[in-house]
């Protein structure tokens, strides 16, 4: 009897802290709708579908992430270019910041 009742205790323990445990959540930290205007020099490019992902660094020292693509600048109006790494480019358009504080522009605009 004392082994069916440790048994059970056993079992309900481990199913209550199973069903409790938080889920971990990939979520942005901070959503912009202004648009910024970004002068860098880029220093690592990674392709798309659609367009490529450059990584600015500014004149202050700071990296962005700047998402390129050829629908979003479609969408704006403005003309899609594609550009090399060592290229000093301008780009504009909405931020983004995610849980590691990696900076992102969707552009909108290149200039």
Known sequence: MKNLVLAFFTVTTLVTTGCVCKKNKVET???NQENVTVTGKITTITNGKDGY????Q?????????????????KSGSEYKRYEEGETIT?????????????????TELQ
């Open 91 to 107: 780009v504009s358009g909405s931020t983004w910041v995610d849980t590691e504080g990696v900076t992102y522009i969707t552009v």
């Open 58 to 74: 500014a004149a202050d020292k700071k990296m962005y992430n700047a998402t390129i693509s050829r629908i979003n600048l479609q």
């Open 29 to 31: 930290t901070e959503q």
């Open 53 to 56: 992902t450059a990584v600015l």
